[in-house]
Nanobody, 121 residues
């Protein structure tokens, strides 16, 4: 059974950095994709970043390009977030699957429980 566990969220001031981790078990990462998604209160879930593991290609939402980096190390996929803004606040979740469009959440099969990121002074 696939299991994804996120960690690394917290409270950070604007301009600060956080690194989120998505530990994956019970799932073969090769030929799959891992995506990071976020949802703010009252807003729809948004695809933030995704990586196709075997192709080593990445996709980013326009709102985070140049500030966020997604990368993989063994069975963990990280999301390095720099220059954080208040609008980055939300619950961040990672997902695993075989999406055609990596930033579309409904194309993923397995999800973690999420970790809260709050950007505030």
């Amino acid at each position: 059974q696939a299991q994804l566990v996120e960690s690394g969220g917290g409270l950070v001031q604007p301009g600060g950095s956080l690194r989120l981790s998505c530990a994956v078990s019970g799932f073969t990462l090769e030929n799959s994709a891992i995506g990071w998604f976020r949802q703010a209160p009252g807003k729809e879930r948004e695809g933030v970043a995704a990586i196709k593991i075997s192709l080593r290609t990445t996709d980013y939402a326009n709102t985070v390009k140049g500030r966020f980096t997604i990368y993989r190390d063994k069975n963990t996929v990280y999301l390095q977030m720099n220059n954080l803004k208040p609008e980055d606040t939300g619950v961040y979740s990672c997902a695993a699957g075989w999406p055609t469009i990596p930033l579309l959440g409904h194309e993923y099969d397995y999800w973690g429980q999420g970790t809260q990121v709050t950007v505030s002074s």
